[in-house]
């Protein structure tokens, strides 16, 4: 389905008869998505161990990775946008909801305009198992309106936060480098997934169409590794995607550098400067990992290790690598 509005986080698009989901909000001229779908035909004359789905076949980035190569850029695939058609959870769901009775058990908890949620996932393009979980995707300042509404069905019994059982199957999904019990530790208190009647779901934070541009992409030069702690000033963009976390009084713990150069000047005086401190009065950190949104809130201190990266501003980023070593935790929550 194509639409006027732009192209943003969580919708899906649709191209050569494979399905994308976008992971940027920032798609014009060209839409950053990752491929999760493709018809069974295609994949498997050159994989195997498969998740089919009907004529279709679900994909992992790894194996996302073998094909689409002339639009793929560091992992990430760029499509033109004139060329995809364009599937919003905002405008499907009201439909979808008519024959799929699970999505609208989750749908009908929320007492929200209908251009104010959706679901996402193989569920928005009907690529769904009868098992499958429920994405749920509530936009702008609704989704804190959800959250309330999912902490109040918790505590009423309407609703139940996962047991052990599907804490861990989410454990070894994500494959997170902290322990089991750090992890669920974080995870209970985010109150962004639940159950009802035996069904999963996740809630899931996007912008409003009038905030897309809030905060610019950030491209930066990758100078090393490091593990930073610094207190979280602001919690307002935990939940967003990225998950930013802009952290005061930063101090350096580990740090790895790598031979890098730029011919801007200013980049590279920053990356001179970044090689002979060890402290710094402000840094952000920003997750692109689902597995380390909501970690931590305002006025807790933080620590943090992933890529550093210098562009207009000095950033620490984690979940761009494939590697399992990067994470973010709240200090303060683990030492209560």
């Not at 198992?129 to 994405?135: A, C, G, K, L, N």
């Not at 959800?146 to 609703?159: D, Q, T, V, Y």
């Not at 000095?314 to 494939?322: E, S, Y």
Request: aromatic content about 14%; charged content about 35%.
């Amino acid at each position: 389905m194509s639409t006027e509005k732009p192209v943003r986080l969580r919708d899906f698009v649709k191209f050569e008869n494979c399905y994308f989901s976008v992971v940027s909000y920032f798609n014009n001229p060209e839409v950053k998505c990752l491929l999760r779908y493709a018809p069974a035909k295609l994949v498997l004359k050159n994989l195997q161990k498969v998740e089919k789905r009907g004529d279709y076949v679900k994909l992992s980035h790894e194996q996302a990775l073998n094909f689409f190569e002339e639009y793929r850029r560091n992992g990430i695939f760029y499509l033109p946008l004139d060329k995809v058609k364009v599937f919003k959870p905002e405008i499907l769901t009201p439909k979808l909801v008519e024959k799929d009775d699970t999505l609208r058990k989750v749908y009908s908890i929320f007492k929200i305009p209908p251009a104010y949620k959706g679901v996402t996932g193989s569920r928005l393009i009907g690529l769904n198992r009868s098992d499958s979980d429920v994405d749920f995707v509530v936009y702008g300042k609704w989704w804190k309106k959800a959250r309330e509404k999912l902490i109040e069905g918790i505590k009423n019994g309407f609703l139940s936060q996962p047991d052990e059982e599907c804490w861990k199957k989410i454990y070894n999904k994500r494959r997170p480098v902290l322990d089991f019990d750090t992890f669920v530790l974080h995870e209970e208190r985010k109150f962004h997934k639940a159950i009802i009647d035996d069904v999963y779901f996740d809630l899931l934070y996007v912008r409003d169409y009038d905030r897309i541009n809030e905060y610019p992409e950030f491209s930066g030069i990758k100078v090393g590794v490091a593990e930073i702690v610094g207190t979280l000033k602001d919690d307002s963009a935990v939940f967003d995607y990225p998950a930013r976390y802009p952290l005061e009084d930063v101090k350096f713990e580990y740090i790895e550098y790598i031979e890098c150069e730029s011919s801007n000047k200013k980049i590279e005086n920053k990356i001179k400067k970044i090689k002979n401190i060890n402290r710094i009065s402000s840094m952000e950190v920003l997750s692109f990992t689902h597995t380390y949104t909501g970690q931590a809130f305002a006025g807790e201190r933080v620590r943090a290790y992933g890529v550093i990266e210098v562009g207009s501003d000095v950033k620490l980023i984690v979940g761009t690598r494939r590697e399992c070593d990067e994470f973010i935790i709240s200090e303060s929550l683990v030492r209560i």
